[in-house]
């Protein structure tokens, strides 16, 4: 599952991570820390979405 788990990561954080990096801009707010804290926010938000879908995807294999 580590591979799997790493393949939807890498996905799953880039998607996340922009689209908060796209919400802090539209809010006006375009200082470092806002846009770092909002890409660390999805990737921290990646996580779990990617444990769920993973575990859910091998279980549908198994």
Known sequence: MSRLFMLLFSIAF?????????????????????????ALAGGIAALPVTWLVARRLEEEAE
């Open 14 to 38: 880039t998607t996340l991570a922009g689209i908060g990096i796209v919400v802090v801009l539209v809010m006006g707010r375009y200082d470092v820390a806002s846009i770092v804290g909002a």
